[in-house]
């Protein structure tokens, strides 16, 4: 069974930092690309940032240079540490992995497998 855990959310002053992890289980982590995706409140889920096997990132325009994913195999786990963050960076982030490891990027309905998420408050 595909678990995915994250942990890491809370609250945050704008332009502080925080850095989420996320637990994997039940799959072959290190060959399956590994996502993040938030839900900004009242919103629909959208792409932040994905991580290939071989530690290739993309992020989203909006999180480009304040957000960086990373992944450690040895431990089955994805980061995402946030810097300079912002009000509008305020949701629950998930994170998420397909069958056939990809990183989606629009379609959140692609993704199969999904953790609880965790929530990010940013504000004074």
């Known amino acids: 069974e595909v678990q995915l855990v994250e942990s890491g959310g809370g609250l945050v002053q704008p332009g502080g930092s925080l850095t989420l992890s996320c637990v994997a289980s039940?799959?072959?982590?290190?060959?399956?690309?590994m996502n993040w995706v938030r839900q900004p409140p009242g919103k629909s889920r959208e792409w932040v940032s994905g991580?290939?096997?071989?530690?290739?990132?993309y992020s989203a325009d909006s999180v480009e240079g304040r957000f960086t994913i990373t992944r450690d195999n040895a431990k089955n786990t994805v980061y995402l540490q946030m810097n300079s963050l912002k009000p509008e960076d305020t949701g629950i982030y998930y994170c998420?992995?397909?069958?056939?490891?990809?990183?989606?990027?629009?379609?959140?309905?692609?993704?199969?497998?999904w953790g609880q998420g965790t929530q990010v408050t940013v504000s004074s």
């Open positions: 991580i290939w096997s071989d530690g290739t990132t």
């Open positions: 039940g799959f072959v982590f290190e060959n399956s690309a």
């Open positions: 998420a992995t397909t069958a056939s490891n990809m990183i989606v990027r629009t379609s959140m309905d692609d993704y199969d497998y």
